[in-house]
Antibody, heavy 121, light 111 residues
């Protein structure tokens, strides 16, 4: 069974750096064709894709947020970490991580439950 | 402002067929597959359609997808109350170094 779970602070102050961890099980990020992505959703608003890291350490970022984002993986711990710098209240959202399978569905097949992050002083 | 354009709302009565559109450009829908996600209230999104018209295991055949040029559609036939949800289209965009783009979402109400 494949599961993903997001963890991190629920509240951050403006200008601070957010660090979120996606811990997964049921697959390996060293397996060809596997990727883990981050997607966020402000309250009552649409999904917004943020970043993606593949098994071969290829990384992709949202062009509008690229300067603020860093995505890394720790294959031995089955974790993917996303950092976002200079947080602002508009970054308040539920942050999801999700599994992408290249060559299978090529889509985000399995999603975590999401973690709500509020940016406020 | 989402890269892919969807109508903000759609509605239908039980048993009806409804369609939701998704409009993009040559760098995303025009040159790549389209995907659809269903998000039930208070839950994480779920993959509904992949590669334009393929259904993952467990998704009823009442759901179907199509694509033409730079637009795509999701059709739901035999509408049921449990289909009331938000629906999002997505596609890979080839511009810059490549990235995923989502639609603004369509809230489907079953009357």
């Amino acid at each position: 069974q494949i599961t993903l779970k997001e963890s991190g602070p629920t509240l951050v102050k403006p200008t601070q750096t957010l660090t979120l961890t996606c811990t997964f099980s049921g697959f390996s990020l060293s397996t060809s064709g596997v990727g883990v992505g981050w997607i966020r959703q402000p309250p009552g608003k649409a999904l917004e894709w943020l970043a993606l890291i593949y098994w071969d350490d290829d990384k992709r970022y949202s062009p509008s947020l690229k300067s603020r984002l860093t995505i890394t993986k720790d294959t031995s711990k089955n974790q993917v970490v996303l950092t976002m710098t200079n947080m602002d209240p508009v970054d308040t959202a539920t942050y999801y991580c999700a599994l992408e399978t290249v060559g299978a569905t090529d889509a985000f097949d399995i999603w975590g439950q999401g973690t709500m992050v509020t940016v406020s002083s | 402002q989402s890269v892919l354009t969807q109508p903000p709302s759609a509605s239908g009565t039980p048993g009806q067929r409804v369609t939701i559109s998704c409009s993009g450009s040559s760098s995303n829908i025009g040159s790549n597959y389209v995907y659809w996600y269903q998000q039930l209230p208070g839950t994480a999104p779920k993959l509904l359609i992949y590669r334009n018209n393929q259904r993952p295991s467990g998704v009823p055949d009442r759901f179907s997808g199509s694509k033409s040029g730079t637009s795509a559609s999701l059709a739901i036939s035999g509408l049921r109350s449990e289909d009331e949800a938000d629906y999002y289209c997505a596609a890979w965009d080839d511009s810059l170094s490549g990235y995923w783009v989502f639609g603004g979402g369509t809230k489907l109400t079953v009357l």
